[in-house]
């Protein structure tokens, strides 16, 4: 068995700020990337920043790795810690500033669909027994909190706002599990499931500005993603993603970090 690209899409949060999602698939296995905002200006990786190198580094990682996916996730881990020290430039201010992402990644192994990921990219997998999320199902209720928390209106600004800045950086210093330039703890942190698979089966993978269709803004359950997105395809869930976003753009009804989030996604069929 193998992927078939079905359809992808990766729009960025603002026109004239760098998308920092990367998705990709290759013949046995895929993936989708989330680079975690920067919350200070670029010069610690060059004049470009932390999240869009972290990106790009992962993204080729992938890219060239095969076998089984424990071991392309070994080698991106690897691959980017090695990277990290001999692109960096300086020592890093604070743990906030060193680059982080959430990925999810799958691949197909023998008769199972295995599935990788860290923090909050989001696959959902169409198969014989159902729809189901092979990652945990999308929740953002805690980060909806903190951002009311710090007023009305607040994500309509963007995240340069100094109190949005200190809350942001505050809560990077916070343990988390991500992928980041620290080999180990990408290792550490990083979950596996698996589900059985055969020919015909779909898989999306989405990072979490795509999937706030379920968990912000709760336009669809799985069932009827499934059902629109056949139907109408990726392109018209991403308008009426920044559909909702543009009707909302104060942040008033869906308390938010930012008015639209980087959002992007890819959709294989087995073959």
């Known amino acids: 068995m193998h992927f078939d690209l079905i359809q992808s899409l990766s729009l960025a949060g603002k026109h004239d700020v760098p998308n920092d999602d990367r998705i990709g698939s290759a013949d046995r296995h895929a993936w989708v990337i989330d680079g975690a905002t920067d919350l200070g200006a670029p010069g610690l990786l060059g004049e470009r920043g932390g999240a869009a190198w972290l990106s790009a580094t992962a993204q080729r990682a992938f890219a060239n790795a095969s076998g089984p996916l424990r071991e392309v996730c070994e080698t991106v881990f690897d691959t980017i810690a090695q990277a ?3 692109d960096r430039r300086r020592e890093p201010v604070a743990t906030w500033e060193l680059p982080r992402a959430a990925f999810a990644a799958v691949a197909i192994e023998g008769e199972e669909l295995v599935c990788a990921h860290l923090a909050d990219c989001v696959v959902l997998h169409r198969g014989a027994q ?5 990652t945990p199902e999308p929740d953002r209720e805690a980060e909806q909190a903190e951002a009311a928390a710090l007023g ?10 100094p109190a949005v800045l200190a809350d942001r950086r505050a809560s990077r210093e916070r343990p988390r599990a991500v992928l980041g330039v620290d080999a180990d703890l990408s290792r550490e942190g990083t ?6 698979v055969a020919v015909g089966d779909d898989v999306l993978l989405m990072s979490d500005g795509f ?4 968990d912000t803004y709760r336009a669809y359950e799985p069932a009827g993603f499934f059902k629109r997105l056949q139907s109408h395809g990726l392109d018209d869930l991403a308008r009426t993603l920044r559909g909702i976003e543009q009707d909302d753009a104060a942040c008033l009804r869906y308390p938010r970090f930012k008015m639209s989030d980087d ?3 890819i959709w294989l069929r087995v073959g």
Not at 130 to 134: E, H, Q, S, T
Not at 191 to 196: F, I, K, R, V
């Open 152 to 161: 009305p209106g607040t994500g309509a600004h963007g995240v340069r706002t």
């Open 191 to 196: 979950l596996y499931s698996h589900a059985p």
């Open 130 to 134: 159902g729809i189901r999320f092979l």
């Open 211 to 214: 999937a706030a269709l379920f």
């Open 84 to 86: 990290y020290r001999q």
């Open 263 to 265: 959002a992007s996604a």
